[in-house]
């Protein structure tokens, strides 16, 4: 695909470069490749605004599937303190980035993030 004659395919956008996400680490630090061949025969490509975006929702898709085995009393990430106060930190961040003036996410809606922050930050971590 040359990118420079396509478009957003999150927001629409035809100006600037755009990118696609495919090989790096999840939030925590295990890692991930969308384009396996048996994983990923469509890649997406984003701009730097959707980009930045959709990288807030792997770190917010990370921390919910992580917070579900907790609350499953499965093995989880997050049952280790400093793991669970960073998905905290970055759920504040996320949730700062998405309230800020001219930031709509295409991927994320403020209240799912706010209902996640508000759960952790009435969870008990088990010690």
């Not at 969308?34 to 807030?56: G, T």
């Not at 700062?96 to 809606?109: D, G, H, K, N």
Request: charged letters at 25%; aromatic letters at 8%; one cysteine or more.
């Amino acid at each position: 695909m040359d990118s420079r004659e396509e478009t957003c395919q999150a927001c629409g956008s035809s100006s600037g470069p755009l990118s696609k996400l495919s090989l790096g680490k999840d939030f925590f630090g295990r890692p991930y490749d969308r384009l396996s061949p048996l994983s990923d025969q469509n890649p997406k490509w984003y701009c730097a605004s959707c980009s930045m975006h959709k990288n807030l929702h792997r770190d917010f898709r990370d921390i919910l599937a992580e917070f579900d085995k907790l609350q499953a009393s499965q093995s989880s990430e997050l049952s280790h303190g400093d793991e669970f106060r960073r998905a905290s930190l970055r759920l504040q961040e996320i949730l700062t980035i998405l309230t800020a003036p001219q930031q709509q996410s295409p991927f994320l809606e403020t209240p799912v993030v706010t209902r996640l922050l508000e759960q952790l930050d009435t969870f008990t971590v088990p010690v």
